[in-house]
């Protein structure tokens, strides 16, 4: 073929293709632009929801869902606000939540109260939007559970349960207690504990002997039965009646308690005034644990003394325990252990320094007029 004729094929050959490929560059794209739902444009959002995956609600109990809102873009988002879109079975608080501004690249969090109000299928959702911002959701996916048991309410304990009653009585010149402590709804236990206060599972008093007796109560007209023997306690009164004996509330002290006290035990014995002798033990108390505890320890402390000076046998530590007990440790390793209450003043508040209960041993305190 000629040189030229292969030069002119060439040449149109070539236009011919820059030709269609200058039509095919000018030519728009068939596909569709994204679309919102609304038929318009897509718009692009930075918000981002993150709601918890799953979640298990039981009926008719409330539970908080925490749910994240994230800012993805560059710019801050403003009136940011999260909606929850909840089936009939399911109540929100709040329905919405302002979450304001989102700085770029944060996140906030927010909170709701969920409650499933019936058994099914409930459906739960979070929307965010903002102006300018196209909507951004994320569901839970939930699990219902039964409704919890209903609580048992808590039983009422009748207010006499753990008081404690004393008085004391003579018999000829000599002074001796008598004191009740009810131990629970069925027992009293008729007598004075000497090493703390004592438990009751049946009865073992029997005649005028101590020890546990049934008794039944009445809170609102505080009528009281003990054994056989009628009597009254009023709620708060103090007082106890039982046949024809009164008796006045002690207060039993708190496990580990310490206190800053005095008083003194005075009792006599035998046919006064003709053969008699008398008996009087002083009884001092620290709130450092330290005790005094004998005859003469009064006028002792009178003159300045101190614990430590005194006869080992006569002094130690102490230490309250659970169920009103408390053990006196003496410097001389003997042990003594009594039930102890403190008496209640003239406003009914316990006062240590008004009188203390030691087992059947009453020691009066500068607080009373004894």
């Not at 009865?203 to 809170?219: H, I, K, S």
């Not at 450092?288 to 130690?316: C, I, K, M, Q, T």
Request: one cysteine or more; aromatic letters at 8%; a positive charge.
């Amino acid at each position: 073929m000629p040189r030229h004729r292969l030069f002119l094929i060439t040449t149109l050959a070539l236009s011919f293709c820059l030709a269609l490929a200058g039509a095919a560059a000018a030519k728009p794209h068939g596909g569709k632009k994204p679309s919102d739902g609304d038929g318009g444009h897509k718009k692009v959002s930075s918000l981002f929801v993150d709601a918890p995956k799953a979640a298990n609600l039981p009926v008719g109990t409330p539970t908080k869902v925490k749910v994240k809102v994230a800012n993805h873009g560059k710019k801050p988002i403003a009136g940011v606000v999260l909606l929850a879109k909840a089936s009939k079975e399911i109540e929100v608080a709040p329905a919405k939540a302002k979450v304001g501004t989102l700085k770029p690249r944060k996140a906030k969090v927010a909170s709701f109260m969920v409650t499933v109000t019936a058994a099914g299928k409930p459906k739960l959702s979070f929307v965010a939007k903002a102006p300018g911002q196209a909507k951004s959701h994320d569901a839970i996916a939930l699990k219902v559970g039964p409704a919890p048991p209903p609580k048992e309410e808590a039983k009422k304990v009748p207010r006499i349960i753990g008081r404690y009653f004393w008085n004391t009585y003579q018999v000829l010149t000599t002074t001796y207690m008598h004191a009740y402590y009810f131990v629970d709804e069925q027992w009293v236990y008729r007598g004075v504990p000497k090493e703390g206060l004592p438990t009751c599972s049946g009865a073992t008093a029997t005649g005028e002997e101590d020890g546990c007796l049934p008794y039944t109560w009445n809170e609102s007209t505080g009528a009281l039965t003990i054994g056989s023997t009628g009597g009254e306690y009023k709620a708060d009164s103090h007082g106890l009646k039982v046949g024809e004996e009164s008796f006045s509330e002690a207060s039993l002290p708190e496990p580990g308690t310490k206190v800053d006290a005095e008083g003194s035990y005075i009792n006599q014995f035998g046919l006064c005034p003709t053969a008699c002798s008398f008996v009087t033990v002083d009884l001092h108390m620290s709130s450092n644990g330290e005790f005094a505890r004998a005859s003469g320890v009064a006028g002792f402390f009178g003159e300045g003394g101190s614990y430590g000076a005194l006869p080992p046998e006569d002094h130690g530590t102490y230490a309250i325990d659970p169920r009103g007990r408390i053990t006196f440790t003496y410097a001389d390793g003997h042990v003594v252990v009594n039930t102890i209450s403190f008496l209640l003043d003239d406003n009914n508040n316990p006062d240590p320094n008004y009188g203390i209960l030691l087992g059947d041993s009453v020691y009066f305190g500068p607080h009373s007029s004894v």
